[in-house]
């Protein structure tokens, strides 16, 4: 397992990037090192981009790893979560997008961290000074 956890805006988008064969106990640690992140960054509102396109979850419950993603996705400074995964078929994405916004999430799935990026940058006037 193989992850990366950084700003790309200091203290407004933080990018988490996971590839290789995860596991509830890799899921339990990684989300702990973003809720340190996110109780260090700057003023709200908190963006994070998550690409999952190297990330291989056979084998993992997800209704096991809901919880994990739950302490991301809706904590109080995340106004948008945006997830980067290019296999991700486009009815699936529709899927999650509506189900998620139906509990509060907003949710994104693009190809590439540059399209994150961009979009970010389309619904948050302020990070287009960075």
């Known amino acids: 397992m193989e992850s990366q956890l950084t700003w790309l805006i200091?203290?407004?988008?933080l990018y988490?990037?996971?590839?290789?064969?995860?596991?509830?106990?890799?899921l339990a640690s990684f989300t702990q090192q973003v809720i340190q992140h996110l109780e260090n960054a700057g003023p709200p509102p908190v963006h994070i981009i998550w690409n999952?396109?190297?990330?291989?979850?056979?084998g993992v419950d997800r209704q096991q790893a809901i919880p994990f993603l739950n302490r991301i996705m809706q904590h109080h400074d995340v106004k948008w979560f945006v997830v980067v995964d290019v296999g991700m078929k486009p009815f699936r994405r529709l899927m999650a997008s509506t189900i998620l916004r139906l509990i509060g999430v907003r949710w994104r799935t693009v190809d590439s961290r540059e399209d994150a990026l961009a979009f970010l940058r389309r619904v948050d006037a302020s990070l287009s000074k960075n």
Do not use: C
């Open 52 to 58: 999952m396109s190297g990330l291989i979850v056979d």
């Open 16 to 26: 988490a990037a996971r590839s290789g064969q995860e596991s509830l106990e890799a």
């Open 10 to 13: 200091a203290g407004r988008v």
